[in-house]
């Protein structure tokens, strides 16, 4: 599957951004989907992660009560729903997909076998 993110954007601290994972190829319902965020010199780290039919969410400790994951399969898209957002917010953040016949949501990024360009994410303070 091919992933294509995007909705990043310039935002000042207590703002909200919508970021979109369109997907391409197999139906996206095959397939776990998560949201990593990276910034220079760091490794990427989990933000945000949905099973396959959306039933389970899991959220990094830093994003929980502000960021919000979903999907529609039908539409073969994924997002992020980021409130409240704060300096240490900023990164780019990818979409990823992980091709699984469980409910599972996956929170290790070696896991995942396909992503997204990824898309930039600017908190001001």
């Known amino acids: 599957v091919q992933l294509q993110a995007s909705g990043g954007g310039f935002v000042q601290a207590g703002g909200s951004l919508r970021l979109s994972c369109l997907a391409s190829?197999?139906?996206?319902?095959?397939?776990?989907m998560g949201w990593f965020r990276q910034t220079p010199g760091k490794e990427r780290e989990f933000v945000a992660g949905?099973?396959?039919?959306?039933?389970?969410?899991n959220y990094a400790d830093s994003v929980k009560g502000r960021f919000i994951i979903s999907r529609d399969n039908a539409k073969n898209a994924g997002f992020l729903q980021m409130n409240d957002l704060k300096p240490e917010d900023t990164a780019v953040y990818y979409c990823?997909?992980?091709?699984?016949?469980?409910?599972?949501?996956?929170?290790?990024?070696?896991?995942?076998?396909?992503w997204g360009q990824g898309t930039l994410v600017t908190v001001s303070s």
């Open positions: 190829g197999p139906p996206v319902s095959l397939y776990a």
């Open positions: 949905i099973s396959r039919v959306g039933t389970k969410r």
């Open positions: 990823a997909a992980h091709q699984t016949v469980t409910g599972a949501v996956i929170s290790t990024s070696g896991s995942y076998s396909s």
